[in-house]
């Protein structure tokens, strides 16, 4: 078996220990056992006077394999008590010979665990350096929980390790992570000589384990864990992992690093398994979701999108253009007279003031922002562009006109795209001869901030046009899902029954606040009927008439909307829904709303005998999430995504489906096809269409096939390597 670690030894006597293993040089067992066998070799050699320590191909690590996961380790290695990974970095802090990290590209995970086991780090400059196990389920596993804080202090440690965000070599360098940031040209020679001034000790040698200077006092570390442990309960109220790795702070805070270390180890034990294996699938599920067969794979080079027209400067399209500018990319700004243009205008502006506020952009990326933004009311500058993305109300004679316009007054290569959320793309196209470049990119509101990007493809999109999407959305930080033309399209279509399984509901006699609470606790962070208030109710009324047209025979008419309406009430936007909403605090339900709510019981008349339906918590939530798991499965088997686990990251990116259950399908798929089939069956029985099971999920429940197994003829295989 060939070997992935090779040592080197100079005449000045350093020995460069390198790994390798692309793309990302992740480690494995293997890595890992090799390497210890290095360090004995070089400690038993004595012309070796030191060690650095670095990766092949310009990354030092992405951390441990994620594909191992769950499979089985051995444990002992040196010290019995630590687990191989954490052993194998005391070994390199307690050597006789000191190490010195050499770090490119990355050290993410155990590939900076590794680091902070080394006795200085030398890093080129933006370097990504970070713990971001929690992501995957899991805690830091190498020492991390341990290490970090006591080389950047406990505070900032929790935050990256909390948020799983991580730092640029720069500002490691500011927090004492890092040593020195020198070139790529310059980085082995530097830290050669490192290596060697720590060994004749004109340089410090310090083993991170044992610090204690940037700890703080004890009571002040347990302050900042505190405070630490009441957010992650709110914010990560399903994530074991993160009061876990709080746990092992703690433990080292208080009872010294090595005793943190013991801690750890018992922590990375399969406690959190659940939610690491739906983490760790959905991780790789975002990997498999930017190959698109017979677009990312023939050799198409993307083209450069400078400057995009945005058509539209309401909520989607204030959006659109926010998220464009904040990622350098120059839009014009159509409206159709100045005071909406304004508002459009207005409406960028406060975006970006609002992520201003928070802190996550600063006042000059703000100015920059707003530099590159040009508002019009023609399309003289439409000439320009690279790019329309239409933004305007649904309606089908507004859209096919604008379409109709674009082909006139833009220049052949210009991408047409649509932001419709619901509208056929033929139908949108019909009155033009772009088909070829007609496609559609569908944000989730808030546009600027939801990561999701559908974009949706007709039998006559070319590749180019799809590839060149798929870059500008990950331009603009946006994962974007390539789906097949269909009313809806992917998530829309699959989600729709999310909210009439919820009105189903109300009519059948559960309260509705019951409803948003439960849907909460599952882990959708709002309910269906705040959503809607959230939404607008016009948005919704304007959707379901597209999507009752298409899929009518299992459409619930609920007649409550409207009847909201005619009480005045028009959700957020007027601060009068199902909640109240009032500048400053949180949204109240609203008594007020349960008369209406009589009055639309009355008129539906779906209540068995005129009498509510009696139903626990867990039947509530389901007979809410099956059938959008029914209507995933039709989603499936007429090929509108690539794989089943294409729909796991568009539920969690573009409905905030928790990713702590992996994605719709998984979830689905945990439950058991069988479970949903039968208690669909069932309730179709009861109730009506709305819940008759499609064919697909009969079949799969009927065979015992999980539904993530690809059909035969129209999904690749999901990537999920579980
Ligand atoms: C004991 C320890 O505490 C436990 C750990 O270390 S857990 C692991 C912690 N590390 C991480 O979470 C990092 C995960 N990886 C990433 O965030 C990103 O892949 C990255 C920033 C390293 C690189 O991003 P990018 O350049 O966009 O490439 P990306 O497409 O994501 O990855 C390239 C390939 O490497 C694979 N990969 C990345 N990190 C991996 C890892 N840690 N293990 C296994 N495979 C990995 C990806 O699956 C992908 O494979 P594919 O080409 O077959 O789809």
């Given at each position: 078996m ?6 080197e030894?100079?005449s ?7 790994f ?7 480690l ?23 060690i ?16 191992s996961?769950g ?10 008590k ?7 970095v ?7 010979k ?12 155990g590939?900076?665990?590794l680091?902070?086991?080394?006795h ?9 350096l970070?713990?971001?196990?929690l ?31 991580p730092?640029?070599?720069?500002d490691?360098k500011?927090?004492g ?17 490192w ?10 040698w ?6 204690t ?30 009061q ?8 080292g805070?208080?009872?010294?690093g ?9 922590l990375?034990?399969?406690?959190v ?6 983490l ?5 599920a ?6 698109v ?14 400057k ?8 989607m399209?204030s959006?659109i ?8 990319i120059f ?15 207005k409406a ?15 006042e ?6 707003l ?10 500058e ?9 933004a305007?109300?649904?309606s089908?004679?507004?859209k ?6 674009l ?11 649509t ?8 139908i ?8 070829d ?13 939801m ?5 949706v493809?007709t039998?006559?999109?070319?590749a ?5 999407l ?7 930080k ?5 789906v097949?033309n ?6 829309n ?5 999310y ?13 509705l606040f019951?409803i948003?609470r ?7 962070p709002?309910?269906?009927f ?6 607008g ?5 304007a959707?379901?008439k597209?999507?009752?047209?298409a899929?009518g025979d ?17 959700g ?7 909640y109240?909403y009032?500048k400053?605090s949180?949204p ?5 709303v349960?008369p209406?709510?009589e009055?639309?019981?009355k008129?539906?008349n779906i209540?068995?005998?005129?009498k509510?339906?009696?139903l626990?918590?867990?039947?509530i ?22 794989r089943a686990?294409?729909?796991?990251v568009?539920?969690i990116?573009g ?12 979830w ?6 069988t479970?949903?089939?039968s208690s669909?069956k ?5 109730y009506?269409?709305f819940?008759?099971?499609s064919?697909?999920?009969e079949?799969?429940?009927?065979k ?11 999904q690749t295989g ?5």
């Amino acid at each position: 078996m060939s070997s992935n670690v090779s040592m080197e030894i100079g005449s000045d006597g350093v020995a460069v220990i390198k790994f390798s293993n692309p793309p990302v040089n992740a480690l494995s067992f293997k890595i890992i056992e090799e390497l210890k066998e290095k360090y004995v070799e070089a400690m038993n050699r004595n012309e070796v006077k030191a060690i650095v320590l670095t990766g092949e191909g310009g990354r030092f690590c992405g951390g441990f394999d994620i594909n191992s996961f769950g499979k089985e380790k051995k444990t002992g290695g040196d010290d019995s008590k630590l687990s191989d990974e954490q052993s194998l970095v005391n070994t390199i802090e307690e050597a006789k010979k000191p190490t010195v990290a050499a770090i490119e590209g990355l050290a993410l995970g155990g590939g900076l665990e590794l680091a902070m086991g080394c006795h200085a780090r030398i890093a080129t400059p933006k370097v990504q350096l970070g713990l971001p196990e929690l992501t995957l389920g899991i805690i830091p596993g190498m020492g991390g929980t341990q290490r970090l804080p006591r080389l950047v202090g406990t505070s900032k440690a929790l935050e990256m390790m909390l948020t799983s965000r991580p730092i640029m070599s720069e500002d490691g360098k500011k927090l004492g992570l890092i040593d020195a940031v020198v070139s790529k040209e310059e980085l082995l020679t530097v830290a050669r000589h490192w290596a060697l001034d720590i060994a004749e000790r004109r340089k410090p040698w310090i083993s991170s384990l044992l610090r204690t200077d940037k700890l703080g006092s004890l009571a002040e570390a347990r302050q900042v864990i505190q405070v630490a442990r009441e957010q992650a309960t709110r914010t990560a109220p399903n994530m074991p992992q993160h009061q876990a790795c709080l746990d092992a702070v703690e433990e080292g805070v208080v009872f010294g690093g090595y005793s943190g270390l013991l801690k750890e180890k018992e922590l990375t034990s399969p406690t959190v398994l659940y939610t690491s294996k739906s983490l760790v699938h959905f991780f790789f599920a975002q990997r498999a979701i930017s190959k698109v067969p017979n677009v990312t794979d023939v050799g198409l080079k993307p083209r450069h999108i400078k400057k995009v027209a945005v058509i539209g400067g309401g909520l989607m399209g204030s959006g659109i253009a926010t998220a464009l500018i904040l990622s350098n990319i120059f839009v014009v700004l159509k409206e159709i007279n100045p005071m909406y243009l304004q508002k459009g205008i207005k409406a960028i502006e406060a975006n970006l003031r609002s992520l201003l506020a928070r802190g996550k952009i600063t006042e000059d990326k703000v100015m920059n922002a707003l530099s590159i933004l040009t508002g019009v009311l023609d399309y003289s500058e439409f000439r320009h562009v690279d790019l329309v993305i239409e933004a305007v109300i649904e309606s089908v004679p507004l859209k096919q006109s604008i379409f109709h316009e674009l082909e006139k007054v833009c220049s052949q290569n210009c991408i047409l795209a649509t932001n419709t959320s619901t509208i056929d793309l033929n139908i949108i196209g019909e009155k033009t001869t772009s088909q070829d470049r007609i496609v559609g990119a569908h944000f989730f509101s808030p546009a600027h901030v939801m990561p999701l990007l559908e974009i949706v493809r007709t039998d006559k999109t070319s590749a180019q046009v799809i590839l060149d999407l798929m870059t500008v959305g990950k331009a603009i930080k946006k994962v974007p899902v390539i789906v097949e033309n269909c009313t809806g399209f992917a998530v829309n279509r699959t989600f729709f029954p999310y909210g009439q399984g919820a009105h189903i509901l109300v009519h059948l006699g559960v309260d509705l606040f019951r409803i948003d609470r439960l849907v909460k606790e599952f882990g959708i962070p709002i309910g269906p009927f705040q959503l809607q208030d959230v939404a607008g109710y016009g948005i919704g009324i304007a959707a379901g008439k597209v999507l009752a047209s298409a899929f009518g025979d299992r459409m619930f008419k609920s007649p409550l909307t409207e009847l909201l309406m005619k009480d005045g009430r028009n959700g957020k936007l007027n601060g009068k829904g199902y909640y109240t909403y009032e500048k400053g605090s949180r949204p109240k339900p609203d008594p007020t709303v349960l008369p209406i709510i009589e009055k639309s019981r009355k008129l539906a008349n779906i209540m068995p005998s005129g009498k509510p339906v009696s139903l626990t918590d867990q039947e509530i939530v389901e007979m809410i999430m099956f059938p959008v798991v029914n209507e995933a499965c039709r989603v499936m088997e007429e090929g509108i995504v690539l794989r089943a686990s294409d729909l796991d990251v568009a539920s969690i990116l573009g409905m905030s489906f928790p990713s702590y259950r992996g994605g719709l399908i998984f979830w689905a798929d945990s439950v058991g096809a069988t479970h949903i089939y039968s208690s669909l069956k069932k309730w179709s029985e009861a109730y009506g269409n709305f819940f008759r099971p499609s064919k697909f999920l009969e079949e799969r429940a009927k065979k015992g096939i999980p539904l993530s197994v690809p059909t035969s003829t129209s999904q690749t295989g999901s990537k999920s390597r579980l």
